[in-house]
C-alpha cells in the first residue's frame, strides 16, 4: 500500500510523532484505507517523514538496480565461459567467470581467515 499524504482540512488534533504535541495539519496513509491507519503529522514532522520515505525509496531502486546489473553481467559471464562454474576454494562460492572468482578471492573473508593474504 502507498501512503500518501494530505492536509486534515483544520482538523482539532496533534501530530502522533513520538514526543511532539504540535497541532497536527496532515495525515498519512491511503486515502481509500482504514481511518485508523491514518496518522496525524504536523508540518515538521511531514518534512522528516517525507524525506525518509524518500530515502528508503531511493535506497530500494538502486539496489534493485545492483541486483539488476549483477543478474546481467552472470548471464553474459556464462553465455562467455559456456556455464562453467569457478568456485572460490576458500569459501565454496561459486562464479561464472575466471576474473570474477579473482576479484571475489581478493576480498573474501574465508580466505583472510585461512591466513593467505
Ligand atoms: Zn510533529
Ligand atoms: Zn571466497
Known amino acids: 500500500m502507498k501512503a500518501e499524504i494530505f492536509s486534515n482540512k483544520g482538523m482539532k488534533v496533534f501530530c502522533d510523532t513520538y514526543l511532539c504535541r504540535t497541532p497536527a495539519q496532515y495525515f498519512v496513509g491511503s486515502p481509500k484505507g482504514p481511518l485508523m491507519l491514518l496518522m496525524n503529522l504536523c508540518q515538521d514532522c511531514r518534512d522528516s517523514i517525507l524525506n525518509t520515505l524518500i530515502d528508503q525509496d531511493r535506497q530500494g531502486l538502486s539496489k534493485r538496480i545492483e541486483e539488476l546489473e549483477a543478474s546481467d553481467r552472470i548471464n553474459k559471464e556464462k553465455k ?38
Not at 576454494?89 to 581467515?113: D, F, N, Q, T
Open 80 to 117: 562467455e565461459h559456456g556455464g562453467k562454474e569457478f568456485p572460490c576454494k576458500h569459501c565454496g562460492e561459486i562464479y561464472w567467470s575466471p576474473r570474477s572468482l579473482g576479484a571475489h578471492v581478493k576480498m573474501c573473508p574465508e580466505k583472510k581467515k585461512d591466513g593467505e593474504v
